[in-house]
């Protein structure tokens, strides 16, 4: 009977609270995203749907992306076996990466914006502006929480041996990760 | 009181490897500010929740009073209406028409955002969520509060837009394009728009979080031995609502986004081809398509029809089978029905555009999954019914609430089968027959299940009782007024008469119902008076209600009545009660009622 009871208590504990309120929290901002994308479908079948060539700069913002996905891994790794010294590095060099990003970001989109794509009209590159640009301020949303957190580690005296915090972190910024790749496919795949 | 506190009562069942399980709520200090202002007790935060929606709910009671003055007396002036709102508005005592047309904006986004959605499903999530299911706070009781700040952020700045120069949003609650895309196009689509849309996505943002918590709680922190199918059908129906409302908002947000982006960026997703009389110009905006907007809103939209009758219908089924002494009929099919509902919410958004040039293949699939809902709402109310069926009934006000949503659902359900067909919809479409139905059926019929529970879980609230004559009268008229109402304005639409239309005097063939028009009114009036007189009796029985004095007043098997009468931050002052059985053992064995903490008998087995 006992026996029965920690094991249902063992499995209610799988995922913590807080961990399984972010996927709730990913599966809605994916829900924004998928509102976005498929208005962008429909319109692209309606008379005056104008494009824009991909930025050499979103290459540069993708590959960046990818790289910051490595550091915060890495940052998580470093934490679980106490290496503060690498982990600290690790950190803030996925915050430098994430800024890196969303400046890519900017460049890219001023390089579509003096090939003369403003936002007049209702086409690809309005559409563009408005997604990525969410998708910006989902990483610097991201940026900011992870700067917190890096405080709020080092602010006090007592050790903190609580990765919940850098957990969520990771899984965040692997999603921003992947909605970004998500995005950058669909740009290129659907004209 | 940090997150991880929350997580004690669930620590605490679960290894007593974490000593400190003991130290929540009650042992902190807390001040007037932390206690009542920025409180993260979710008791509080409900309560709160419910305050704020019942301002909301009286002042878009009275914008309605105010244009069904203008609706059943269009040629009558009322100098005192030029006294209180001025001479714009109200030009010698008479309604003027963008006045007219922002009452009946915002008397549905109130309504419907404010009153049924931030104030039910926040009320009652809130208060039951954690005292259901036996865990001491939310997943996370920070969010949960920035929830309610949200919601209170984005009431201030929709309360706000009510006196600017050019007054409120006017474009109808749906803003459907272009008229909300243009400020050119009317007074009300000027900064009263933006506020609307600022306040908007303010209130998703406080959905969403709320949402959010409500699910975690649900799914990670149940008492030992909760197991999902021993919750109370309150809880299932807020766990769908808020599936609902997470996977829905984010694509009315990216619908607004655009808007906005029509609005001040020079985009034209919504806009092509547009002359404005009033300024006599022509638009460059080209390629925009004012259709795509609908699809984006319409598929919040439907699903949160759905938001504001779930938690109704949960507060219903609790109540109903409290009072009628009887477990609920066929709990699995409620269940099962719930979920059926929160499924086909998705897939009907398109009914609302049968008339908007859809094509007609597309809408026969629509029609075909429309009256698909007709099934599971069927099966509830079938259930509803089968447990009163040779009930031991006690007609509290609660429980004559929660029969009052059932008739309700009824009438309004059955016009839903007329209007979910698209050869029907060309006749009755944006005609008064629609009004009937959606106020029928989710609008009175929500707040009937609010008002079930807010009379039944009052107590626990309180720990005092309301009056119960002012609650009789407060339901009977209530009842017999939202009938009257709505009941005639079926024929008027069947009849061809538009909603939303300032004056049809200029029709003679709507003539005929002049008189029909003034009895609405009249009753509309009656029908406010009354539920000022329930906000009396809520404010008066805080502070001189007869005292509770028993820990379970209703004889109710759920957890919420074996907490204290006035439960402190945490809820149970010891250990949190561990669950044997369901949540409707009534009349079994010759008991009147078994609480779920009761161990099962020799003579039971696992249900």
């Known amino acids: 009977m006992i026996e029965a009871n920690i094991k249902v208590n063992e499995q209610r504990k799988k995922i913590h609270p807080h961990k399984f309120t972010l996927w709730v929290a990913l599966g809605s901002i994916v829900m924004m995203f998928a509102g976005l994308t498929s208005a962008y479908i429909v319109k692209r079948d309606q008379p005056n749907w104008t494009t824009f060539s991909i930025p050499r700069a979103f290459w540069y913002s993708t590959a960046t992306i990818l790289v910051s996905s490595v550091t915060i891994q890495m940052a998580l790794k470093a934490f679980k076996e106490r290496e503060m010294m690498r982990y600290r590095n690790l950190v803030t060099l996925t915050a430098v990466l994430g800024v890196a990003f969303v400046v890519f970001q900017y460049l890219g989109f001023k390089t579509i914006w003096n090939s003369g794509v403003t936002l007049k009209g209702s086409g690809g590159g309005q559409f563009l502006y408005i997604i990525a640009g969410l998708h910006a301020a989902h990483v610097l949303g991201g940026i900011i929480a992870l700067i917190v957190m890096f405080i709020k580690a080092f602010a006090s005296k007592v050790r903190r041996y609580n990765s919940i915090p850098i957990e969520l972190m990771a899984t965040y910024w692997h999603f921003v990760d992947l909605l970004w790749i998500y995005l950058f496919i669909f740009f290129i795949g659907i004209k | ?607």
């Open chain 2, 1 to 607: 009181m940090s997150n991880e506190a929350t997580l004690h009562g669930h620590a605490a069942t679960s290894h007593g490897a974490e000593v400190h399980h003991d130290e929540h709520g009650h042992h902190h200090k807390e001040t007037f500010i932390t206690k009542y202002v920025f409180s993260q007790d979710h008791k509080m935060i409900a309560k709160q929740f419910l305050i704020t929606g019942m301002i909301w709910a009286i002042l878009g009671g009275l914008m309605s009073v105010l244009f069904r003055l203008q609706l059943g007396y269009p040629d009558a002036h009322f100098p005192i209406l030029e006294d209180l709102l001025g001479s714009k508005w109200a030009k010698g005592g008479q309604i003027q028409p963008e006045f007219y047309y922002a009452l009946v904006t915002m008397h549905g986004t109130v309504l419907v955002f404010f009153v049924l959605t931030g104030g039910l499903s926040g009320t009652f999530a809130n208060f039951l969520i954690p005292l259901q299911l036996g865990a001491r706070d939310m997943a996370s009781p920070f969010l949960n509060m920035l929830s309610y700040w949200f919601f209170w952020l984005a009431s201030v700045v929709m309360l706000s837009s009510l006196f600017i120069e050019t007054g409120p949003a006017s474009g109808g609650w749906t803003s459907y394009p272009p008229l909300s895309a243009l400020g050119d196009a009317s007074e009300g689509s000027k900064t009263g728009m933006d506020l609307w849309i600022i306040s908007m996505a303010l209130f998703v943002v406080s959905s969403l979080l709320g949402g959010l918590n409500y699910i975690s709680t649900i799914l990670n922190l149940r008492t030992k031995g909760m197991s999902m199918t021993r919750m109370p059908l309150t809880i299932w129906a807020l766990l769908f609502t808020a599936i609902l409302g997470v996977l829905s908002f984010p694509v009315l947000l990216s619908g607004f986004i655009l808007l906005l982006f029509d609005r001040h960026g020079g985009t034209s997703f919504y806009l092509s081809d547009i002359f404005i009389a009033s300024t006599n110009k022509a638009l460059p905006n080209e390629g925009g398509s004012a259709i795509l907007y609908q699809h984006l809103f319409w598929f919040l939209g439907h699903p949160e029809v759905y938001i504001i009758i779930l938690p109704a219908m949960g507060l219903v089924s609790e109540v109903m089978s409290v009072n009628a002494r009887k477990p609920i009929f066929g709990y699995m099919a409620m269940v099962g029905s719930m979920f059926a509902i929160a499924i086909l919410a998705f897939l009907v958004w398109a009914h609302h555009m049968f008339v908007t040039g859809l094509n007609p293949f597309l809408g026969s699939v629509f029609v075909l999954l429309t009256l698909l809902i007709a099934v599971p709402s069927a099966i509830k109310v079938f259930n509803w019914l089968t447990t009163l069926w040779k009930g031991n009934i006690r007609f509290t006000p609660a429980m004559l609430f929660a029969i009052g949503f059932v008739s309700m659902f009824i009438s309004g359900g059955l016009t839903g089968i007329f209007l979910g067909n698209s050869t029907l919809d060309i006749q009755l479409h944006d005609t008064m027959f629609v009004i009937a139905h959606f106020h029928i059926v989710m609008g009175v019929s929500g707040i009937l299940g609010m008002f079930a529970g807010i009379y039944h879980w009052y107590p626990k609230m309180y720990g005092r009782y309301m009056n119960n004559t002012l609650a009789y009268i407060h339901f009977w008229v209530t009842l017999i007024g939202a009938y009257l109402i709505f009941w005639p304005m079926h024929y008027e639409g069947l009849a061809g008469m538009p909603r939303r239309y300032l004056d049809t005097s200029g029709w003679l063939s709507f003539n005929q119902f002049g008189g029909l028009n003034r009895m609405i009114s009249t009753v509309a009036m009656v029908v406010f008076a009354v539920q000022l007189l329930f906000v009396f009796n809520f404010f008066y029985s805080i502070f001189k209600g007869r005292k509770v004095i028993t820990q379970n007043p209703w004889g109710a098997t759920t957890l919420e009545w074996t907490a204290p009468i006035r439960p402190g931050h945490g809820n149970w002052p010891g250990e949190i009660p561990e669950v044997h059985r369901w949540a409707y053992d009534y009349a079994k064995d010759g008991r009147d009622f078994i609480p779920q903490t009761e161990p099962l008998g020799s003579n039971e087995s696992a249900h």
